[in-house]
Nanobody, 125 residues
Framework: QVQLVESGGGLVRAGGSLRLSCTAS????????MGWFRQAPGKERDIVVA????????YMADSVKGRFTISRDITRNAIYLQMNSLKPEDTAVYYC??????????????????WGQGTQVTVSS
């Protein structure tokens, strides 16, 4: 129903910056929330940032507060993740995700039902 395409991953030194992009297509009118998850080797996939599409309200994990910023471009059905002051522990595969079904007010939790292919972010020390 919703297709997500990511770009912007790569290799960067600690303290550097990267900007990830995710563009949605298909039934984009059904999107409640878009966000970014990451999964490091041997770790669970965790939410990093998320944005409620209709309002622009955001959620951000404590580990990236003050360093990462999520934004949206409504005309392009896109979200962006600006990552600054990157640390080696930020190394992970980053996945764009969308939520098209919401129970109650769980805009940032529960099942995200559309996923991008993932883009590798590697931060060297």
């Amino acid at each position: 129903q919703v297709q997500l395409v990511e770009s912007g991953g790569g290799l960067v030194r600690a303290g550097g910056s990267l900007r990830l992009s995710c563009t949605a297509s298909g039934r984009t009118f059904s999107i409640y929330t878009m966000g970014w998850f990451r999964q490091a080797p041997g770790k669970e996939r965790d939410i990093v940032v998320a944005l409620r599409w209709s309002t622009g309200s955001t959620y951000m994990a404590d580990s990236v507060k003050g360093r990462f910023t999520i934004s949206r471009d409504i005309t392009r059905n896109a979200i962006y993740l600006q990552m600054n002051s990157l640390k080696p522990e930020d190394t992970a595969v980053y996945y764009c995700a969308a939520k098209t079904q919401v129970s109650g007010t769980n805009y940032y939790t529960g099942t995200f039902d559309s996923w991008g292919q993932g883009t590798q972010v590697t931060v060297s020390s």
